[in-house]
């Protein structure tokens, strides 16, 4: 069985910055996973021409099963909200997680994690300093 996972920026390409359905489709396929689990992935955003991202992925890897999880209803760093444990905001634009299966699966469940208790990133103090000296071997003359 294989199994990739895949941060897919809400379908857009690295190369322009583009959403295109097809560029996806490929490099979904050229992944061949068994099972495929998605994160940063758009269902009916404007910003990714209101393409269902894990419908997409599942047709082009040929899954019998996918499912998405969204995270936030409406489009991040816009207007949007969290979901409640009740809803799934099917019918709205969506941001979240997706995972597509060639295998059959018996039951899914979503478990909904509180935010992190910092907001990213997280700025770490940097390790010891020379104080002006530079080092051999670093690009210096020392």
């Known amino acids: ?8 920026l809400h ?4 190369d322009d910055g583009e959403v295109e359905r097809e560029r996806f489709r490929s490099a979904v396929a050229a992944l061949d996973a068994d099972v ?3 994160q940063e992935v758009d269902r009916g955003q404007p910003r990714s021409g209101h393409i269902d991202l ?11 099963t996918c499912r998405f999880a969204p995270a936030l209803i409406g489009t991040p760093g816009e207007t949007y909200r969290r ?9 709205e634009p969506s941001f979240g997680v997706g995972l597509v299966s060639r295998w059959p699966v018996r039951s899914w469940h979503v478990t909904r994690l509180t935010g992190a208790p ?6 770490a103090p940097k390790g010891p300093r020379s104080r002006g000296r ?4 670093r690009g210096g003359r020392g």
């Open 83 to 91: 979901l409640t444990d009740d809803e799934d905001g099917a019918d």
């Open 36 to 38: 495929l689990g998605m």
């Open 1 to 8: 069985m294989r199994l990739a996972t895949f941060n897919v």
């Open 134 to 137: 530079t080092l051999r071997g």
């Open 54 to 64: 894990t419908q997409v992925a599942a047709e082009a890897s040929g899954a019998v």
């Open 11 to 14: 379908g857009r390409s690295l």
């Open 118 to 123: 910092l907001r990213s990133p997280v700025l």
